[in-house]
């Protein structure tokens, strides 16, 4: 039997307080909703945390996780992401897409020739940007997640037709 597929949804940013709890940031639409999902995941899967938001803090919530009761355990989670199994997390929407599913599949322009394999997908505040290996490129090609570029998304398939800008191409 194959292991649960896991999604990232938070990271523990370190201790909030003396008495084990941490500062947790969440990467959910509704960043409450992580608590929702527990129990949660290290990347690893070694270790497994119950989660109680206590109260909203700034950059995310001050929370209690299982077998957590010092604030040096809370230190020492510093910067540990937490991954919850992805059939506990709502459906999306037919034209959402969690950021795993789009990793590692194929990219292809719209006359079908292929362009390389999806690596990464980034946010760094003005909308997602997929970063394509281009084999034998000397770097990889960044597509702006938009329908304009990216008109479909196959996930049965396992690719993407895309419309890269002329500048990036």
């Not at 896991?6 to 500062?23: D, T």
């Not at 990347?43 to 909203?56: G, I, M, N």
């Not at 803090?57 to 991954?83: H, M, Q, Y």
């Not at 006359?111 to 770097?139: C, K, S, T, W």
Request: net charge negative; hydrophobic share 45%; proline share 7%.
């Amino acid at each position: 039997m194959s292991k649960p597929e896991l999604i990232c949804v938070g990271a523990i940013a370190g201790a909030f307080g003396v008495q084990g709890e941490v500062r947790l940031k969440s990467f959910c639409a509704q960043p409450q909703d992580i608590a929702l999902y527990a129990p949660l995941l290290t990347e690893d899967r070694a270790r497994s945390f119950t989660v109680k938001l206590t109260r909203p803090v700034a950059g995310g919530f001050a929370a209690r996780l299982g077998g957590i009761a010092s604030k040096e355990a809370a230190d020492a989670l510093r910067g540990v992401t937490l991954w919850a199994e992805k059939s506990k997390l709502p459906s999306l929407p037919d034209d959402e897409f969690y950021h795993a599913d789009l990793i590692g599949l194929e990219v292809v322009d719209t006359g079908g020739v292929r362009l390389g394999q999806v690596r990464a997908v980034h946010n760094h505040g003005a909308g997602d940007i997929l970063e394509v290996f281009v084999p034998g490129a000397p770097a990889a090609l960044l597509l702006p997640f938009t329908r304009a570029v990216v008109p479909t998304v196959d996930l049965t398939r396992g690719r993407i037709v895309a419309d890269p800008p002329e500048e990036v191409e």
